[in-house]
């Protein structure tokens, strides 16, 4: 490679959702000089598509410490991002849903989140939309939520401000990898750089083999839909004892309806597809949730995908077998926890110590590999 | 209804054809015919479509041409070997385990079709061009005023501005004198001799030609302004006293700044510029797409059996390509034979639906200059006032949308999400087209590669009770939790 | 029975007469007619803005269940009036 150290950049982040963007711009404040390039346009993958939920209730237990951080964020970001504390209520309609309330809000408490239990008398007290089926119920004052279709531009203005470049529209086609660093291939000529972080959501697998690691990740297709506004029924943010129901009504009226429920498609074709059948299942828990949803309009339901690895804890640290190379992906509730770690891998990489243990991608290939020669033990960190 | 020599399931059949006017009772009548089970899907009570909507209940006491042409269809459908399911919303389509399931709501609740092949003919929508007032109350488009006058016997107004571009001019014009209302004005963005540029497509049905013929007459013999080369600028008043202001354009749409404008006092303004291929069914199915302005923009890619790039879908009709009434109904059948042939149900000598080319041709020259006679330049687009609104249902301006423009928005599903332009109920179908040309405009980019808005379900909106109907909690197929 | 102007008078075989209500005010329509068309005849083209204040939206746009400006209540359920027919006694509503 015979690129300048003029021209080369100091780091390169493949990848402008919430991950990359934060630890870009922490990056740069750190006297990095850093450029990001993404395939489409700033937060269009996840960051932007998800029910916007900023709920300490669905966080677990494990990551309950970058969750609080990361809501701090949000918090601060406010109006920018359309960010409300609305308070939050999880939801159980039987005997084994609130056996299981019960017990993981207990630990979530413990782990930091100010969740207390109520009563169903309470919870409808407060927020009377709620079904009478309600047997059990937990509450958290700072659940809320941010209008994730402003994560974009938000974050797009803040590079901008922080003076990191970013490159939309422009898909790594290929890396090398040689003594000086990386050189990315992208349609508008390559990129060189001594320090790469792969932050590429649902596309970490595909990227990172680009470099010849296989990392063992899953991609879920997450369903969101939404519907004509209504009349001003729900103040709080609604989920489920099983995490599998978001609900919340946003500020002009309309209903926000999430939860994990599987559409089908994959990150390799780019498209998601809306299964008819989960949908409806989707609809039916947040009616049943929510009797007020009756008589709104549906209006649009689309996917998202999230990509997770086998434990449920994030890839944050270095790239297995390729110096200098980092990733960061595969983060459950990476909405709130993002920005949270992504700084904290952007020190990692201007070779500082993070405030908070990162997750080391290693662990994954250990659990996976047949001869075990590798190094790692498979322990679950964060812990 | 005796049984098909293929029954399967309940629920399921072999095609289901989406809309039943011209195009898709045509494929529904000829699939059944080459002994498909057939099942036909359709928003209205009856089959017709738009061109030949009617209502029950509702009747000439003479029926015209295109009512008998409708009646016809309608009883032909009725008396079909096939399952006609109307008043049925389809708001989802997705291909699974190799065969369609078309998703929809009827007035008896949900209902899923299983089928084979899925045939597309939901036909064309209006474009719209936005101006000054086009939201107010009193304003409706000039499909909807055939739907009034056709189909409900109801006038727009007494004293009617009809404007816009395009073959529709002179159906509503004709059909408000018809009625017993007046028309205060025309005003056409076509030039008087853009007929004359496509005169030898337009021979090629002297039929429709002697008749828009004798609409021209019939507006001179009562006296109606023509305003040729005008588009409306304004229109402000209240609800029935209406002030409408025609400003006069060059060949590129752009109004000239020296030739004064014309005030017309109406009570209602029907405006419409010309049809676009319906292509929200196709969009959602991920088939591909092309952008074709002889074919009123974009369109679901066929060929020439009318098959798509996806496999057991197709479509016909001005979903298709905007070519008209004419060449719909062989388009239909031509994707029947299409079907039946790839299910291998037809025999290989059978005749099938691939003759009669020549008179497809015919047709569809004719529908082409028609689309083509239906457009107008870019320039009426540039010279939208920042202030008029382009997204109703998001109330926003066009201000708001070359500012996101200006910011680096390049295609329209960046716009999309920029704005929220297109994401309110009508799903955007007042107003992409517009969004689109200003990106164009503004940026230089093709068509093609400012694209389509990604299609989601549901393909309208749907209440969420009649979706859910009736279950039981402990019947719901939960997922495992979510890991702790 | 009254007869708006708009009702086209010739060549025309119409259902029976009927009544229904439109925000509580009684309005007169044939059998067969869409909600929005019977509105449309009698003179209703506006209804109150979603959000209370702005200016009114419309009855009646595309007359296809396209545009959805016409949406109103009918039995708590918001259907658009271009695509709902009028029966004997509707309470229909403008707002939810």
Redesign the interface.
């Known amino acids: 490679m015979s690129a300048t150290s003029a021209n080369r950049y100091d780091l390169l982040v493949i990848g402008a959702g919430i991950m990359g963007a934060t630890a870009a711009l922490r990056a740069a404040q750190g006297g990095m000089r850093v450029i990001v390039v993404e395939r489409d346009?700033a937060g269009?993958g996840a960051s932007?598509v998800n029910a916007g939920t900023l709920s300490l209730q669905?966080k677990?237990?494990g990551l309950m410490r970058y969750a609080l951080r990361g809501y701090e964020w949000w918090r601060e970001a406010g109006e920018a991002v359309g960010f409300k504390r609305t308070g939050g209520y999880t939801l159980a309609?039987?005997a084994s849903e609130q056996a299981?309330l019960e017990e993981?809000m207990t630990?979530k408490r413990d782990a930091g989140a100010p969740i207390e239990l109520v009563s169903p008398a309470e919870a409808r007290a407060r927020e009377p939309a709620l079904s009478d089926?309600v047997v059990g119920a937990s509450y958290c004052a700072a659940d809320g939520y941010a209008d994730s279709?402003r994560t974009?531009?938000y974050l797009r203005g803040l590079l901008r401000a922080a003076n990191v470049h970013l490159h939309?529209?422009t898909l790594a086609r290929s890396i090398d990898a040689g003594g000086d660093g990386f050189r990315v291939a992208t349609p508008g000529g390559p990129i060189d750089a001594r320090r790469l972080l792969i932050a590429s959501g649902a596309w970490t697998a595909s990227v990172a083999a680009m470099l010849g690691v296989t990392l063992p990740i899953n991609v879920r297709v997450n369903t969101v839909s939404v519907?004509?506004?209504?009349?001003r029924r729900l103040h709080a943010a609604i989920g489920h004892?099983?995490?599998?129901l978001t609900l919340k009504q946003k500020a002009n009226g309309s209903y926000l309806i999430g939860g994990?429920?599987?559409g089908?498609g994959s990150p390799a074709t780019g498209?998601g597809?809306?299964?008819?059948e989960t949908?409806?299942?989707n609809?039916?828990?947040a009616?049943?949730a929510v009797p007020a949803?009756?008589?709104?309009?549906?209006?649009?339901?689309?996917t998202g995908f999230e990509a997770s690895v086998a434990d449920?804890y994030p890839l944050a640290g270095v790239l297995p077998g390729v110096p200098n190379a980092y990733v960061l992906a595969c983060v459950?509730g990476g909405y709130t926890i993002g920005p949270c770690i992504g700084p904290l891998v952007a020190d990692l990489i201007l070779g500082r110590e993070p405030e908070l243990p990162l997750f080391d991608p290693t662990r994954v290939l250990a659990v996976t590999t047949r001869d075990g020669s590798r190094a790692g033990d498979g322990r679950v960190p964060g812990k | 209804m005796s049984a098909s020599p293929h029954a399967g399931p309940a629920g399921s059949c072999d095609v289901a054809v989406l809309g039943a006017g011209p195009a898709g009772a045509a494929a529904a009548i000829e699939a059944s015919a080459l002994g498909l089970r057939v099942a036909l899907l359709d928003e209205q009570p009856i089959a017709g479509g738009q061109v030949y909507r009617a209502v029950p209940g509702i009747a000439p006491v003479r029926a015209d041409r295109d009512r008998a042409e409708g009646d016809r269809l309608r009883s032909t459908v009725a008396d079909a070997n096939i399952e006609r399911h109307f008043c049925h919303r389809v708001w989802h389509v997705e291909r699974v385990d190799d065969e369609w399931r078309v998703h929809a709501l009827g007035p008896e609740g949900p209902r899923t079709v299983h089928a084979a092949a899925l045939i597309v003919a939901t036909g064309a929508q209006e474009r719209h061009v936005p101006f000054a007032g086009w939201e107010r109350p009193g304003v409706i488009g000039l499909a909807a005023a055939t739907v009034l006058i056709k189909a409900q016997r109801i006038l727009p107004g007494r004293n009617v501005v009809v404007a816009g571009v395009g073959p529709l001019l002179l159906v509503v014009a004709k059909a408000i004198i018809e009625g017993g209302g007046r028309v205060a004005a025309i005003v056409d963005a076509n030039a008087r001799g853009d007929w004359f540029a496509h005169a030898r497509d337009l021979v090629s049905r002297p039929d429709l030609v002697a008749r828009g013929i004798g609409w021209i007459r019939t507006m001179r013999s009562h006296g109606v302004p023509m305003l040729h080369g005008h588009i409306l600028r304004t229109v402000d008043g209240d609800t029935r006293s209406l002030r409408a202001v025609a400003a006069p354009i060059g060949r590129d749409g752009h109004p000239h700044a020296e030739v004064a404008s014309t005030e017309l006092l109406c009570d209602a303004v029907c405006c419409g510029f010309g049809l676009m291929p319906a292509t929200d069914v196709t969009r959602l199915a991920g088939a591909a797409h092309a952008f074709d302005p002889a074919r009123g923009g974009w369109h679901v890619i066929v060929d020439a059996d009318q098959r798509c790039d996806l496999p057991g879908l197709y479509a016909a009709g001005d979903g298709a390509g905007v070519t008209g009434a004419a060449a719909a109904p062989l388009q239909g059948r031509i994707a029947a034979s299409a079907v039946a042939r790839d299910l291998g149900r037809m025999d290989a000598n059978a005749r099938g639906a691939r003759g009669k080319k020549r008179g497809s041709v015919r047709a569809a020259r004719f529908g082409t200059a028609m689309t083509q006679l239906a457009s107008v330049g870019d320039g009426a687009i540039a010279s939208i006032p920042a202030d008029v609104i382009v997204c109703q249902c998001e109330r926003l301006s066009r201000r708001v949308l070359d500012g996101a423009i200006d910011d680096g928005c390049a295609t329209i599903n960046d716009l999309k999400s920029a704005t929220r332009c297109g994401m309110g109920p009508c799903g955007g179908r007042l107003c992409e087209d517009t969004a689109a040309r200003l990106i164009a405009i503004r940026t230089g980019r093709t068509r093609t590669d400012i694209g389509q808005a990604t299609g989601r379900p549901p393909l309208r909106p749907v209440d969420l009770d009649a979706l859910a109907g009736t279950f039981d909690y402990d019947a719901l197929p939960m997922p495992v939790p979510s890991p702790l | 029975m009254s007869n708006s102007d708009l009702r086209i008078t010739r060549n025309v075989h119409r259902g029976a007469p009927i009544r229904f209500q439109f925000d509580g005010c009684g309005v007169d329509a044939y059998e067969g007619e869409s909600v929005a068309a019977a509105l449309w005849a009698s003179g209703i083209r506006a209804l109150p803005a979603g959000d209370g204040d702005g200016p009114p939206v419309r009855a009646l746009f595309c007359a296809m269940g396209v545009c959805q400006q016409c949406t109103v209540s009918v039995d708590g359920v918001r259907v658009e009036a271009c695509r709902t027919t009028v029966r004997a006694g509707l309470d229909v509503r403008s707002r939810p």
């Open positions: 346009v269009s932007g669905i677990r237990v309609f039987t299981l993981r630990k089926r279709t974009g531009p939309e529209h519907t004509e506004p209504g009349p004892a099983t995490g599998l994990g429920w599987q089908r498209r597809e809306v299964d008819g949908l409806l299942q609809l039916r828990l009616r049943f949803l009756a008589h709104t309009r549906v209006l649009r339901s689309w449920h459950r």
